[in-house]
T-cell receptor
Framework: GQQVMQIPQYQHVQEGEDFTTYCNSS?????IQWYKQRPGGHPVFLIQ?????EVKKQKRLTFQFGEAKKNSSLHITATQTTDVGTYFC??????????????FGQGTILTVHP | DGGITQSPKYLFRKEGQNVTLSCEQN?????MYWYRQDPGQGLRLIYY???????QKGDIAEGYSVSREKKESFPLTVTSAQKNPTAFYLC????????????FGDGTRLSIL
């Protein structure tokens, strides 16, 4: 099945510092999604990237899809305490009976110290 | 309000007991999913269904069963064959199954008594 490596597993930052999490795949991806899960909550969809080299921004969050469509990153500028949570990437399984499945990365747990 | 409702929020299972977790959605989504999340880990797919009366095994289906008799409902049964059921169970749905966001319920925390 599809595999995706997400790093780092943990990141502790001071409020105001930047944060980046990375997802890497050994195979070319058709698309990649990013989700955020607050402590004690459920994952919430943030964005989907489809095109090679795509860059999308949501306020302080910047999402990138690599030129080879094998990696992606989520960057948060000037973190705030509201950014605390676990950030997951998710990639699709393509074809056959696996069509429609998503494989989630292990997630990066972000803590922000005020 | 449209959304996904999971119940109960907390569930305790005795040894040898089957328990059923409820998942209902009023989003008119075709696809529904069950994931298991262990502390500090990602989501692992248990079962998924792309259409009523059809479902597929995910990566960790052993010890679990599902049904999809109605579009809005996708209950998960954790059987006694699942020897390590303590986890956070998340139900999700999506409008289709390719390049679409998954919407999650609030989850059910299952523990062993």
């Amino acid at each position: 099945g599809q595999q995706v490596m997400q790093i780092p597993q943990y990141q502790h930052v001071q409020e105001g510092e930047d944060f980046t999490t990375y997802c890497n795949s050994s195979t070319t991806l058709s698309n990649i999604q990013w989700y955020k899960q607050r402590p004690g909550g459920h994952p919430v969809f943030l964005i989907q990237l489809v095109k090679s080299g795509e860059v999308k921004k949501q306020k302080r969050l910047t999402f990138q899809f690599g030129e080879a469509k094998k990696n992606s990153s989520l960057h948060i500028t000037a973190t705030q305490t509201t950014d605390v949570g676990t950030y997951f990437c998710a990639v699709p399984n393509a074809g056959g009976t696996s069509y429609g499945k998503l494989t989630f990365g292990q997630g990066t747990i972000l803590t922000v110290h005020p | 309000d449209g959304g996904i409702t999971q119940s109960p929020k907390y569930l305790f299972r005795k040894e040898g007991q089957n328990v059923t977790l409820s998942c209902e959605q009023n989003l008119n989504h075709d696809a529904m999913y069950w994931y298991r999340q262990d502390p500090g880990q990602g989501l692992r797919l248990i079962y998924y269904s792309q259409i009523v009366n059809d479902f597929q095994k995910g990566d960790i289906a052993e010890g679990y069963s599902v049904s999809r008799e109605k579009k809005e409902s996708f209950p998960l049964t954790v059987t006694s064959a699942q020897k390590n059921p303590t986890a956070f169970y998340l139900c999700a749905s999506s409008i289709g199954w390719d390049r679409v966001a998954q919407h999650f319920g609030d989850g059910t925390r299952l523990s062993i008594l």
